[in-house]
């Protein structure tokens, strides 16, 4: 298992029958790393690095950096299509812990088998997209607005945004019911 340890700017390698820690990964000298998904070929992990404005490509079996993908600012969330062929990537606009209102939001969108960015949808009037989930028919990005007091519903098809009003600085978001899939936890880690 491999784990994002945000302020000391690494990942560490955890071996889950011995329960220990086989090593670490530092991400660079500027990095702050948060969400961690695993790509559909089960070999490559995606990092989003918040201070790095985008997402580090770590080899499972070589826990080594392989490469890193630009995103925006405030990298965040990770979130894949239904398919497995795309990663939504949500770009808080601030590389702060608490930002300011209307900042430089935007998801990109990551084509998985190529690890190039396809797509790019900035929030309009400014926006910070922070944590969510994909709904069971993989039409709607929900993603929590953290300095924007909102929750956005975005097309996955057109990038096209509703805004909905919701109380002060929303943060985590589960998309409920994903049928035949249970929560382990935290935003969006389903099984």
């Known amino acids: 298992a491999i784990f994002t340890c945000e302020f000391g700017g690494m990942l560490a390698k955890i071996d889950l029958v011995h329960r220990k820690v086989v090593?670490?990964?530092?991400?660079?000298?500027?990095?702050?790393?948060?969400d961690i998904r695993i790509a559909p070929?089960?070999?490559?992990?995606?990092?989003?690095?918040?201070?790095a404005d985008g997402v580090d490509l770590v080899d499972?079996?070589?826990?080594?950096?392989?490469?890193?993908?630009a995103t925006g600012v405030g990298t965040h969330g990770l979130y894949p299509s239904r398919d497995g062929?795309?990663?939504?990537?949500?770009?808080?606009?601030?590389?702060l812990i608490h930002g300011p209102h209307h900042g430089k939001g935007s998801v990109s969108v990551i084509d998985f088998a190529t690890r190039k960015v396809v797509a790019t949808w900035p929030i309009p009037e400014g926006g910070s997209p922070d944590m969510g989930g994909v709904s069971a028919d993989g039409k709607t990005l929900w993603l929590s607005g953290r300095f924007d007091d909102v929750v956005y519903a975005i097309d996955t098809m057109s990038g096209a945004l509703r805004t909905i009003p919701v109380g002060m600085e929303p943060h985590g978001l589960t998309v409920?019911?994903?049928?035949?899939?249970?929560?382990?936890?935290?935003?969006?880690?389903?099984?």
């Not at 499972?60 to 993908?69: A, E, M, Q, V």
């Open 41 to 51: 070929d089960g070999k490559v992990f995606y990092v989003a690095d918040m201070l």
């Open 176 to 191: 409920w019911p994903q049928p035949g899939r249970y929560s382990l936890g935290h935003t969006g880690n389903m099984r």
């Open 60 to 69: 499972g079996d070589t826990f080594r950096k392989i490469g890193f993908i």
């Open 85 to 95: 062929t795309k990663l939504y990537v949500a770009n808080r606009g601030s590389n």
């Open 23 to 34: 090593g670490y990964l530092r991400l660079g000298n500027r990095a702050m790393p948060q």
